[in-house]
């Protein structure tokens, strides 16, 4: 079965822009959910998503947003960037089932903000 | 105070060691329990889930949840240099700074 896919892998972008990231979840899996990992701050959660809707959310300001689609495919996106945005920004989807829970994160989206 | 502390190592340990990893937490309301390992440039994979106190096996892992101590634990048998990672533990969506982990053969 095919794995979680992020695009694009790798993006450069400049302060003041913002940025569409996009992620395809495992076939069947309805949540989907966004991070952001740093080397200072290490692994910090976004956002969740499930069945078109915002379930939860982290401690990140407005300008990081997401949505997802019907397909269960997800995008998030950072407005008026900042140079700490810079990070690789990983999704995962998710299935829970009952006493049994399964989670796959994709390879993650490295953007660099200059 | 971070929510979920963890010593970031590096540990090194000799191949077919017992490697011992572990985390605190100070919020009693977190109510599910996970251990992630991470290859360098590689998203985190999933090791184990828990949601109660006790222990929880799976192969040569052991997870083991402390709720009154708010202490959990991950234990890696017969270890094997593939097991050298980043290991980050999590309560519910909050993550530790990861354990990097190296198994010397």
């Known amino acids: 079965k095919a794995g979680v896919t992020q695009t694009p892998r790798y993006l450069i972008k400049t302060r003041g822009q913002q940025v569409t990231l996009s992620c395809s979840p495992i076939?069947?899996?309805?949540?989907v959910s966004w991070y952001q990992q740093t080397p200072g701050q290490g692994l910090q959660f976004l956002f969740e998503?499930?069945?078109?809707?915002?379930?939860n959310k982290g401690n990140f300001p407005g300008r990081f947003s997401g949505r997802q689609f019907s397909n269960s495919r997800s995008e998030m996106n950072v407005s008026t960037l900042e140079l700490g945005d810079s990070a690789l920004y990983l999704c995962a989807s998710s299935l829970n089932r009952g006493l049994r829970y399964e989670q796959y994160f994709g390879p993650g989206t490295r953007l660099t903000v200059t | 105070q971070k929510e979920v502390e963890q010593d970031p190592g590096p540990l090194s340990v000799p191949e077919g060691a017992i490697v011992s990893l572990n985390c605190t937490y100070s919020n009693s309301a977190f109510q599910y329990f996970m251990w992630y390992r991470q290859y360098s440039r590689k998203g985190p994979e999933l090791l184990m889930y828990t949601y109660s106190s006790g222990n929880k096996e799976d192969g040569r892992f052991t997870a083991q949840v402390d709720k009154s101590s708010k202490y959990i634990s991950l234990f890696i048998r017969d270890s094997q240099p593939s097991d050298s990672a980043t290991y980050l533990c999590?309560?519910?969506?909050?993550f530790g700074q990861g354990t990097r982990l190296t198994i010397n053969p």
């Open positions: 999590a309560m519910s969506d909050s």
């Open positions: 998503y499930f069945s078109e809707t915002q379930r």
């Open positions: 076939s069947g899996h309805r949540s």
